[in-house]
């Protein structure tokens, strides 16, 4: 079993050599890889949980962020194979569940490999996908109140000029990744669907996360939890508690992985 050192993609805070399943986590519009660096204490042991780091934040916060996603999965894709020696599973939220799920599309078409779970959170299906509400090319004012309006950003932080000064070019190619995404029709996916969503979240419908039941041939669950978009802080030891659950019952003898 590879153990995760030495890149910047891929971080690993209690590596864990026993593990029979990696959790690749990718994160929401401006937040890092440091979003889940406590949910390895939350989840069952024979999960190693790997947050993602991607450019523009955290530990890689000099690197330009990337403003479309075609790229950023082909540079993912190469940091990730690696490390895809044992069975694996994602989490994405917001953002990260489009990543997440454009990530396992093209593992699957392009290596034929396949997650054993594709969980998503907070995000409506990607066939569902828009373009009418884009906010990526607004003045800052208008961008900075759209960003509030997500409740993701903690006050302080909206209310120092300065230090939104700093964040707004990875927030900007963040949406710009999400509001240029076009969706393209591909084969439905081989593995299971967790789908989590705020049973408060204004953004995404109950609807809108049934529909990723549409994206796979395999099993599908849906689990709404206390609290709005950012949910997945609020409610975390619920969501991870589910979370466990899942990956607990999917069957990763049956994978195939290298």
């Known amino acids: 079993m590879k153990t995760i050192k030495a ?50 934040r955290g530990s890689r916060f000099q690197e330009l962020p990337y403003t479309r996603l ?6 993912l894709t190469q940091a990730l194979l690696p490390y895809l020696d044992i069975p694996f599973a994602f989490f994405g939220h917001s953002m990260g569940a489009l990543v997440s799920f454009e990530l396992t599309q093209f593992l699957s078409q392009t290596y034929s490999l396949t997650p054993a779970c594709l969980a998503v959170a907070g995000r409506p299906a990607p066939h569902l996908s828009n373009r009418s509400n884009s906010i ?19 006050a302080p932080v909206l209310a120092n000029a300065e230090l939104m000064q700093i964040l707004l070019p990875t927030l900007r190619a963040d949406f710009a990744v999400i509001e240029t995404f076009s969706y393209t029709p591909q084969p439905l996916l081989n593995c299971a669907i967790a789908a989590f969503g705020g ?41 991870l508690s589910v979370l466990g659950q899942v990956l607990h019952q999917t069957p990763l003898s049956n994978l195939p992985f290298r």
Do not use: M
């Open 7 to 56: 890149n910047p993609w891929i971080t690993c805070p209690q590596p864990n050599p026993q593990a029979k399943l990696r959790l690749f986590c990718l994160p929401y519009a401006g937040g890092g890889a440091s979003s889940f660096r406590d949910w390895s204490a939350q989840l069952p042991s024979f999960i190693e949980v790997c947050p993602i780091e991607l450019p523009g």
């Open 70 to 75: 075609t790229s950023l999965i082909q540079d």
């Open 136 to 154: 990526h090319t607004l003045p800052d004012p208008e961008f900075l109140e759209k960003i509030r309006d997500f409740n993701g950003t903690p």
């Open 199 to 239: 049973l408060h979240d204004p953004k995404v419908s109950c609807a809108a996360l049934e529909a990723w039941r549409e994206q796979t041939r395999s099993t599908f669950l849906l689990h709404l939890l206390p609290g709005d978009h950012f949910f997945i802080h609020a409610a975390q030891s619920q969501l």
